[in-house]
């Protein structure tokens, strides 16, 4: 999940708005541009997410034909989007995001990934339509080494504009990649919404048993697949992943969704 930019930002409390007369020109903004991407690589690896953007943002300030800087700018606003308070968090800017994918897309036009980002930022903003527009070609490029993140983009697109039966299509192609977890959680969707409860525990089923430790906390599985069980009947094991989802996070809607699920369902409760 991903994120884009303005023209005039802060780096290290001096306020850029254009260059300045001692600002570096031709190859040796280049260099730069390229030296204060990398810093905002390491930053951002070492968990310092505000001091990468800023310096991912100088980057792109210095040389504006750097794709990968405003690529990896556009990434670091989306990751804002994806803490406890979701799209609503303060720092969670779309259309900044929107701005710096296009803007990576400008310096190189045959980015990729940064097609895929800019179709996710669409699915973000409720426009799946242009999402679909940006990703149906991205999966027929047989260059592209990450289709299956692709796939997984235009089929939650078409599921966000009605179109189920072919986002069910799509996310079939995206989970070729087993370990996709967030494909096989948004086929779970599909299917719920075609009302395929068996087919839909299963699909949350295997997002939940990739092993990894970002798949087995997708807070949104366990609440999709107690909500399925509920509905085949089988109200222990959907109390069961109701607990878990709570245990991950109260903060979150899926959390405060689960707690108030769980008061719904007769038995004992944790």
């Avoid at 570096?24 to 280049?30: L, R, Y």
């Avoid at 400008?106 to 669409?122: H, M, P, T, V, W």
């Amino acid at each position: 999940m991903a994120a884009a930019l303005v023209a005039t930002v802060a780096f290290g409390g001096v306020a850029c708005s254009g260059k300045g007369a001692n600002a570096p020109t031709g190859q040796g903004a280049e260099r730069q541009s390229e030296a204060e991407y990398d810093v905002a690589r390491d930053l951002f690896y070492k968990g310092e997410t505000r001091s990468a953007l800023d310096r991912a943002l100088k980057a792109v300030e210095l040389n504006e034909e750097n794709a990968e800087a405003a690529y990896f700018a556009s990434t670091i606003y989306l990751s804002f989007c994806a803490g406890e308070r979701g799209l609503d968090a303060p720092d969670c800017r779309l259309g900044e995001a929107e701005r710096l994918a296009k803007k990576a897309l400008k310096a190189k036009s045959e980015f990729r990934d940064g097609k895929n980002l800019l179709g996710q930022i669409y699915i973000l903003q409720n426009r799946p339509k242009d999402a679909v527009s940006v990703l149906e070609p991205l999966t027929r490029d047989a260059a592209y080494t990450h289709s299956y993140l692709a796939w997984g983009n235009l089929g939650w697109a078409q599921v966000q504009a009605g179109e189920v039966d072919q986002g069910i299509v799509s996310l079939k192609n995206a989970v070729t990649q087993p370990r996709f977890c967030v494909g096989h959680y948004r086929l779970g969707v599909a299917y719920e919404k075609k009302q395929s409860f068996e087919l839909a525990e299963k699909s949350f089923s295997d997002a939940l048993s990739v092993d990894s430790p970002d798949c087995q906390a997708l807070q949104d599985a366990w609440q999709g697949r107690a909500r399925v069980r509920v509905r085949l009947g089988k109200k222990d094991d959907a109390r069961k992943d109701y607990e878990k989802c709570v245990s991950l996070s109260k903060a979150t809607q899926a959390g405060r969704a689960c707690a108030n699920a769980l008061t719904e369902i007769p038995g004992e409760k944790s």
